[in-house]
């Protein structure tokens, strides 16, 4: 098996990536940056999302597995103290592989011939670079509403907890092959109205987000923001591709909601 360890960079995780890379060299698995069978993020949940990041082109042949070094992670299954559990689950214990939908973003220009793509564990987010942002929701084909405010944000299953859930948004079982769009300080009074809460479309629903007028927009893919000029749309969607964890043991979507904003 062919292993590769990424580290959030301060002391601690940095420590645990050195004992996990000596430890599983040591039981004659291979370190291999390139082209992996399984990754070990060390951090949080950034660090999660930028091992996902670097290794997207490999989510078919390439598994993750987190340990969090601060404040429990949703990524995360193990702890510091539990590094040689886990060296030896993983050198010894074939594991189970537990796979999370993820977003689809596609963004189209007016002058046509070029489009951006790009997949978001977590969420996108939509602002306008100055005032408020006016854009036309479209839901399979079919216009939904104008909407106008600060942003949108859409959310995959897994990252239902994270912005989304600042938004007011629900928290959905990744299990759901679903998105969630949230709106972010919509404008709602005689003149101009949104439907005021959360949708959350099934896999074979598409979103599309068509500005009104033409301003530069602010987007967010997971950690990476970005500027996008003349843009002409934004389509939304359930991505064909998955990302797949390497479980090696029980541990209950809702007992980690239940961890991170109750006990």
């Known amino acids: 098996m062919k292993f ?3 580290s959030k960079g301060d002391a601690i995780s940095n420590e645990c990536m050195y004992k ?32 996902f990041h670097r290794y997207r082109s490999r989510l ?34 074939p594991y189970q592989i537990v796979e999370y939908p993820l977003l689809e973003v596609t963004i189209r220009y007016v002058r046509g011939g070029r ?8 969420e996108c987010t939509v602002k306008s670079v100055g005032g408020t942002l006016v854009m036309d929701v479209e839901i399979r ?22 912005y989304n859930k600042a938004l007011g948004g629900a928290i959905l079982h ?20 949104t439907i005021g809460s959360p949708l959350v479309l099934p896999k074979h629903h ?13 987007i967010t893919i997971d950690h990476l923001s970005l500027l996008h000029k003349d843009v002409k749309s934004i389509q939304c969607r359930v991505a064909d591709e998955k990302i797949r964890f390497a479980r090696f043991r029980p541990f209950p979507f809702w007992k980690r909601v239940r961890e991170s904003f109750i006990q």
């Open 60 to 93: 078919e042949q390439t598994a993750f597995v987190g340990v969090h070094t601060g404040h429990l992670g949703f990524y995360a299954d193990w702890v510091p103290d539990e590094i040689e559990k886990l060296v030896i689950a993983i050198a010894k214990t």
């Open 141 to 162: 084909g079919d216009l939904f509403e104008t909407f106008r405010g600060d942003g949108l944000c859409i959310s995959t299953p897994s990252g239902s907890t994270a």
């Open 174 to 193: 990744p299990s759901l092959e679903a998105i969630q769009v949230a709106e972010m300080a919509s404008i709602n009074n005689r003149v101009f109205r």
């Open 20 to 51: 996990i890379r000596t430890y599983l060299t040591d039981f004659r698995l291979t370190y291999d940056e390139d082209e992996p069978d399984i990754v070990i993020s060390v951090g949080g949940d950034g660090t999660l999302l930028y091992a």
């Open 4 to 6: 590769a360890v990424i």
């Open 115 to 122: 489009e951006a793509k790009y997949l978001a564990l977590n």
């Open 206 to 218: 598409t979103c599309m987000l068509k500005p009104v007028n033409n301003v530069d927009f602010q």
